[in-house]
Nanobody, 126 residues
Framework: QLQLVESGGGLVQPGGSLRLSCAAS????????IGWFRQAPGKEREGVSC????????YYADSVKGRFTISRDNAKNTVSLQMNSLKPEDTAVYYC???????????????????WGQGTQVTVSS
């Protein structure tokens, strides 16, 4: 059974940093991608970043480019999202999700992802 578990959320001041992790289990190969989404109250779920696990190709939404970095540790089956220079508008519940068919080609679309974690809250506030 495929499973994703996020960790690392919390409260941080504007300009601060957080590192989110997504632990994946149940995958039988490296041919899948992991994306990060976020959803703020009253807003649609937004694709933030994506990484193709087998080749490491990365993708970012314009709103986080230059501030967020996605990476993978295949030995630990973990994908991380390093978030720097955080802004109040980054406040949201962050989800990781697995894409077993499109390899990040539709990383901004939740419908392209098959499996989801439970989410972790990130709050940026002074």
């Amino acid at each position: 059974q495929l499973q994703l578990v996020e960790s690392g959320g919390g409260l941080v001041q504007p300009g601060g940093s957080l590192r989110l992790s997504c632990a994946a289990s149940g995958f039988t190969s490296d041919y899948y991608a992991i994306g990060w989404f976020r959803q703020a109250p009253g807003k649609e779920r937004e694709g933030v970043s994506c990484i193709s696990v087998n080749d490491g190709n990365t993708y970012y939404a314009d709103s986080v480019k230059g501030r967020f970095t996605i990476s993978r540790d295949n030995a630990k089956n973990t994908v991380s999202l390093q978030m720097n220079s955080l802004k109040p508008e980054d406040t949201a519940v962050y989800y990781c999700a697995a894409d077993t068919n499109y390899f990040c080609s539709g990383f901004v679309f939740p419908s392209f992802f098959d499996y989801w974690g439970q989410g972790t809250q990130v709050t940026v506030s002074s």
